[in-house]
């Protein structure tokens, strides 16, 4: 799979990148709704959780086997491949921040910690190399999917509405981890290139 950008021996581990990035997600996903009926008080207990939270959690995991899988469907372009990786990743993100966002937050305690929508912004983005524009676009776009999740858990009923400043607290570190995540990958990325091209250059017969 060819993007602008990327160097040819990145492209060709793409396919084999994003499936064990997919494969990953899926297996942490089962492993965490399954610990969550034995691991108490930890996890999130899946039984007295809404729905909505078992729900996410197998969408988690199924977004990881499609992804998983994606390199080895038949495609006409297989650039085609690298952009429905970006959209899994948003979708990924989806799943991932409705199920955080089940248990109500209030702003009383501490932060809990870093959203996990987060630490999947960075694993995308440093694991499959894409082109700067695409790379940023998905991570913004998975970013957004935060507010969306918190949004989708209010109109279910399942927490109350935050303050706007719990909003801005929880949701701002996301988009900012996308701007970051994707200049660190393209900082590798060209790192890479410029060690594959030097060599070349030294292994070239005179």
């Not at 694993?123 to 969306?148: D, E, R």
Request: proline share 6%.
């Amino acid at each position: 799979i060819r993007d602008r950008d990327v160097t040819g021996v990145q492209t060709c581990a793409l396919p084999i990148w994003m499936s064990w990035v997919g494969m990953a997600l899926s297996i942490t996903a089962v492993g965490i709704l399954i610990s969550g009926y034995y691991v108490q008080p930890g996890w999130v207990n899946p039984a007295a959780a809404p729905l909505s939270y078992t729900v996410a959690v197998l969408g988690i995991a199924l977004s990881g086997l499609v992804l998983f899988a994606l390199p080895y469907f038949r495609w006409n372009d297989p650039a085609t491949a690298l952009e429905a990786g970006l959209v899994l990743e948003m979708i990924a993100g989806f799943f991932i921040s409705l199920s955080e966002s089940s248990i109500p937050y209030t702003g009383i305690e501490a932060i809990r910690s870093v959203s996990s929508v987060a630490v999947w912004i960075a694993v995308f983005a440093l694991a499959v190399p894409v082109s700067f524009g695409k790379a940023l676009l998905g991570a913004l776009a998975t970013a957004s999917m935060g507010p969306i999740g918190l949004a989708v858990q209010v109109l279910l009923g399942n927490v109350p509405h935050p303050s706007a400043s719990l909003w801005f607290v929880l949701f701002t570190p996301l988009f900012l981890m996308a701007a970051a995540s994707t200049l660190l990958g393209r900082l590798i990325y060209r790192l890479g290139s410029e060690v594959k091209a030097a060599r070349e250059y030294g292994g070239y017969p005179l």
